[in-house]
Nanobody, 120 residues
């Protein structure tokens, strides 16, 4: 199994910054992409940003000016730098990865989530 463990969430004032980290561990043959999703109360889970092993990135259009994704696939880690945070960024942030445990079978994995709360 592949485990994803997030860290770095917490309470921050509007306009502040947070950096989330996610580390993948377990029986990993290859990680193809890692990223972040978020889910606010009463809303669907949505993509924040993702990073492919070849360096390609995807962002939610509304967040690309304030959030930055980076990663180190040699260490199976991904980071999300969040700046100029707003109360509407309050959500549980989930780490996501597509990985394989052998030469066959790519699977999608999720972390447990880390709460980010932005106070006004």
């Amino acid at each position: 199994q592949v485990q994803l463990v997030e860290s770095g969430g917490g309470l921050v004032q509007s306009g502040g910054s947070l950096r989330l980290s996610c580390a993948a561990s377990g029986l990993i043959f290859k990680i193809y992409s890692m990223g972040w999703y978020r889910q606010a109360p009463g809303k669907q889970r949505e993509l924040v940003a993702s990073l492919e092993k070849d360096g390609d990135t995807k962002f939610a259009d509304s967040l690309k000016d304030r959030f930055t994704i980076s990663g180190d696939f040699a260490k199976n880690t991904v980071y999300l730098q969040m700046n100029s945070l707003k109360p509407e960024d309050t959500a549980v942030y989930y780490c996501n990865a597509f990985a394989s445990r052998s030469v066959y079978g790519i699977q999608e994995y999720w972390g447990q989530g880390t709460q980010v709360t932005v106070s006004s």
